[in-house]
């Protein structure tokens, strides 16, 4: 490997090879971590705000549960929506944008119009009323099935389709872009020139050269999905309880904020988890990004 | 001009009747109604109850009844919060909600500005650095984790700011703060790229060339070029600031209108939320198209032909 291959130059970014050290740390603790713990930590007791001691290192909550396997499982659930969320707006902002970015002219003019548009509704509020509208009705449909898999996880199922559904935007006119400037470039006109189908040249021609892009806007977008499903936990319209997610447990924790007796832990350790792995996230998109471009190529 | 204006109120009025209309048939196809939440009703009080909210009835029907009560401007009566105006609760709500974005938006920009002419000013320096590192943080964490953080720091341990609520203007720092911190970020790196690269053009070089002061080089006339990228962000920055404001609202106990919208959706009180909704995109589609003017008064080379 020369200086010029960008996984090289990843590894020469201290900052994102201790993201990514950190980000691993942080799905196999969300992971396995819970396995290590006494199974009775997660049913409530009496040992209602119980500030950290060594039997409960981040303390207990409202009910008595250890709120360290709830900040534990919590981030299971927060990294599994975040992931496959962001997958579902990967499939869609990469659709999109190559359609969009191929066809050119009046097409693709009117479908990035709607992109800009939608970048300035306030979606998650429309994605709020839809959630509501919709979740009864899966759990009907999954229950008259006898899909009881799919009964138990109907909310975080929904969860992830409505969130992939609003952050594919940005994705969306990257792919746009690259495309337009790919579509002009010798190979293409090549294989145009050799009679190959559309859907070849999109594939196999335009595809593989834009995966670095989406590479970098995976690891972006993993935290915004992140994000907004905490929002919408937050405001007690995504997971529900007794489900926890980071969200959902930071809003228990701002709940419980008051001068008289200040229970810093209820709030301190999930923010502080879910802050690590946003932060990490970030950075290491940012690294992968730098890393990508052609222009740092050799430095 | 003239016919730009007149195109884009009318887009308002389409948007507006798009948005009723979703929200409307989204609350009313969920199986479940707004009376739910109460003890058993009997049916005969369950129909008048229905009848007086106008929810009995064919559903199209309904919804024309309800468009022409919103064309004569009635928002009608809120469902759960008995005896109270869709209209009289915005009155008293929405106010509050403005304020709280607008010194954020003022925050958001004034903050944002100063810190990327800053680091593209020193752009490889240390204070470049400091600053993109700040930025990339603060775009990292949202206001959720910022907001307890701030009051478990500045309310309950340092106790120099109030906890939450509303009314002194002490109570406004931290929550706008809050809601303003991601985007003061967002602003920093969105300038940063476009100054440096206005930096590289000619007439700045001139400017200095004649001895202009690096400040006014900066300030005046390379953040006048750089600055619309800035200005074209600021729709979706309101968008996302009005989306926030319901989590700030949550978090510092704060009587905007926020909270009213989150209500209204887990009470399926419709008529509330259909009358905040059609508020907050009303005033962002009227501040997009402010945006569009401010941009073409900053840059002559467009003009507004629709």
Same mark, same amino acid.
């Given at each position: 490997m020369d200086d010029r291959s960008p996984t090289r130059r990843l590894g020469k970014n201290p900052v994102a090879v201790a993201a990514a050290?950190?980000?691993?740390?942080?799905?196999?603790?969300?992971?396995?971590?819970?396995?290590?713990?006494?199974?009775?930590?997660?049913?409530?007791?009496?040992?209602?705000?119980?500030?950290?001691?060594?039997?409960?290192?981040?303390g207990t909550d409202l009910n008595g549960r250890d709120v360290l396997l709830r900040v534990l499982t919590g981030g299971r659930i927060s990294l599994l929506v975040g992931f496959c969320g962001a997958l579902v707006s990967l499939f869609i902002g990469?659709?999109?944008?190559?359609?969009?970015?191929?066809?050119?002219?009046?097409?693709?003019?009117?479908?990035?119009?709607?992109?800009?548009?939608?970048?300035?509704?306030?979606?998650?509020?429309?994605?709020?009323?839809?959630?509501?509208?919709?979740?009864?009705? !899966?759990?009907?449909? &999954?229950?008259?099935?006898?899909?009881?898999? +799919?009964?138990? =996880?109907? *909310?975080?199922?929904? $969860?992830?389709?409505?969130?992939?559904?609003?952050?594919?935007?940005?994705?969306?006119?990257?792919?746009?872009?690259?495309?337009?400037? !790919?579509?002009?470039? &010798?190979?293409?006109?090549?294989?145009?020139? +050799?009679?190959? =189908?559309? *859907?070849?040249?999109? $594939?196999?021609?335009?595809?593989?050269?834009?995966?670095?892009?989406?590479?970098?806007y995976l690891t972006l977008t993993i935290p915004a999905v992140i994000i907004d499903e905490s929002f919408l936990s937050f405001l007690g319209v995504g997971v529900q309880a007794p489900a926890a997610s980071w969200g959902s447990l930071l809003a228990d924790g701002a709940g419980a904020l008051n001068p008289v007796r200040i229970r810093w832990w209820l709030v301190v350790y999930p923010a502080g988890a879910m802050a690590l792995t946003l932060l990490a996230l970030n950075f290491l998109g940012d690294g992968l990004r730098d890393a990508l471009d052609p222009r740092n190529a050799g430095k | 001009m003239i016919v730009f204006l007149i195109r884009r109120l009318a887009a308002l009025v389409v948007v507006l009747f798009c948005v009723v209309t979703i929200t409307f048939f989204l609350m009313r196809i969920a199986p479940g109604g707004p009376f739910d939440a109460e003890?058993?009703?009997?049916?005969?009080?369950?129909?008048?109850?229905?009848?007086?909210?106008?929810?009995?009835?064919?559903?199209?029907?309904?919804?024309?009844?309800?468009?022409?009560?919103?064309?004569?401007?009635?928002?009608?009566?809120?469902?759960?919060?008995?005896?109270?105006?869709?209209?009289?609760?915005?009155?008293?709500?929405?106010?509050?909600?403005?304020?709280?974005?607008?010194?954020?938006?003022?925050?958001?920009?004034?903050?944002?500005?100063?810190?990327?002419?800053?680091?593209?000013?020193?752009?490889?320096?240390?204070?470049?650095?400091?600053?993109?590192?700040?930025?990339?943080?603060?775009?990292?964490?949202?206001?959720?984790?910022?907001g307890p953080i701030l009051i478990l720091v500045f309310s309950l341990w340092l106790k120099w700011l109030p906890v939450g609520g509303w009314g002194y203007p002490a109570a406004i720092i931290l929550p706008a703060l809050t809601l303003a911190a991601p985007y003061v970020a967002y602003i920093a790196?969105?300038?940063?790229?476009?100054?440096?690269?206005?930096?590289?053009?000619?007439?700045?070089?001139?400017?200095?060339?004649?001895?202009?002061?690096?400040?006014?080089?900066?300030?005046?006339?390379?953040?006048?070029?750089?600055?619309?990228?800035?200005?074209?962000?600021?729709?979706?920055?309101?968008?996302?600031?009005?989306?926030?404001?319901?989590?700030?609202?949550?978090?510092?106990?704060?009587?905007?209108?926020?909270?009213?919208?989150?209500?209204?959706i887990l009470n399926r009180d419709g008529f509330l939320l259909g009358g905040v909704v059609i508020v907050y995109c009303a005033m962002l589609v009227l501040f997009n198209l402010a945006v569009d003017v401010l941009y073409t008064l900053l840059d002559r080379r467009i003009r507004l032909d629709g």
């Amino acid at each position: 490997m020369d200086d010029r291959s960008p996984t090289r130059r990843l590894g020469k970014n201290p900052v994102a090879v201790a993201a990514a050290a950190l980000l691993l740390l942080v799905a196999a603790a969300t992971i396995f971590g819970p396995l290590f713990l006494p199974p009775s930590s997660a049913e409530p007791s009496a040992l209602s705000f119980s500030p950290p001691t060594l039997a409960h290192p981040f303390g207990t909550d409202l009910n008595g549960r250890d709120v360290l396997l709830r900040v534990l499982t919590g981030g299971r659930i927060s990294l599994l929506v975040g992931f496959c969320g962001a997958l579902v707006s990967l499939f869609i902002g990469t659709s999109y944008g190559l359609i969009a970015g191929y066809a050119g002219g009046r097409i693709d003019s009117f479908m990035m119009r709607i992109v800009d548009i939608l970048y300035s509704v306030p979606r998650l509020i429309f994605i709020l009323i839809c959630i509501n509208a919709f979740s009864a009705y !899966l759990q009907e449909f &999954a229950s008259a099935r006898g899909w009881t898999w +799919l009964v138990s =996880s109907s *909310r975080i199922a929904i $969860l992830i389709f409505s969130l992939g559904i609003i952050e594919w935007l940005t994705l969306a006119r990257i792919v746009r872009g690259q495309t337009l400037a !790919l579509k002009s470039r &010798a190979f293409v006109t090549a294989a145009v020139g +050799l009679g190959q =189908s559309h *859907r070849v040249i999109l $594939l196999r021609h335009l595809l593989p050269n834009l995966l670095g892009v989406i590479l970098i806007y995976l690891t972006l977008t993993i935290p915004a999905v992140i994000i907004d499903e905490s929002f919408l936990s937050f405001l007690g319209v995504g997971v529900q309880a007794p489900a926890a997610s980071w969200g959902s447990l930071l809003a228990d924790g701002a709940g419980a904020l008051n001068p008289v007796r200040i229970r810093w832990w209820l709030v301190v350790y999930p923010a502080g988890a879910m802050a690590l792995t946003l932060l990490a996230l970030n950075f290491l998109g940012d690294g992968l990004r730098d890393a990508l471009d052609p222009r740092n190529a050799g430095k | 001009m003239i016919v730009f204006l007149i195109r884009r109120l009318a887009a308002l009025v389409v948007v507006l009747f798009c948005v009723v209309t979703i929200t409307f048939f989204l609350m009313r196809i969920a199986p479940g109604g707004p009376f739910d939440a109460e003890r058993k009703l009997t049916p005969a009080i369950e129909k008048q109850l229905l009848a007086k909210y106008k929810l009995d009835g064919p559903l199209h029907q309904q919804y024309l009844d309800y468009l022409r009560d919103l064309l004569r401007g009635d928002l009608r009566d809120s469902i759960k919060y008995r005896n109270r105006s869709v209209a009289e609760i915005l009155a008293q709500t929405l106010p509050v909600t403005i304020t709280l974005g607008a010194v954020a938006f003022v925050l958001a920009v004034a903050g944002g500005v100063t810190l990327g002419v800053m680091a593209a000013a020193g752009k490889g320096t240390w204070r470049d650095t400091l600053a993109m590192l700040f930025a990339l943080s603060a775009i990292s964490l949202p206001a959720f984790i910022i907001g307890p953080i701030l009051i478990l720091v500045f309310s309950l341990w340092l106790k120099w700011l109030p906890v939450g609520g509303w009314g002194y203007p002490a109570a406004i720092i931290l929550p706008a703060l809050t809601l303003a911190a991601p985007y003061v970020a967002y602003i920093a790196r969105l300038l940063r790229g476009s100054m440096i690269e206005t930096l590289g053009h000619d007439f700045v070089r001139t400017a200095r060339a004649k001895g202009v002061s690096e400040r006014v080089v900066l300030y005046k006339h390379a953040l006048r070029v750089a600055i619309l990228p800035v200005v074209s962000f600021l729709g979706p920055l309101a968008a996302h600031l009005l989306t926030g404001s319901i989590v700030v609202e949550t978090i510092f106990h704060i009587p905007g209108a926020g909270g009213f919208f989150v209500n209204s959706i887990l009470n399926r009180d419709g008529f509330l939320l259909g009358g905040v909704v059609i508020v907050y995109c009303a005033m962002l589609v009227l501040f997009n198209l402010a945006v569009d003017v401010l941009y073409t008064l900053l840059d002559r080379r467009i003009r507004l032909d629709g």
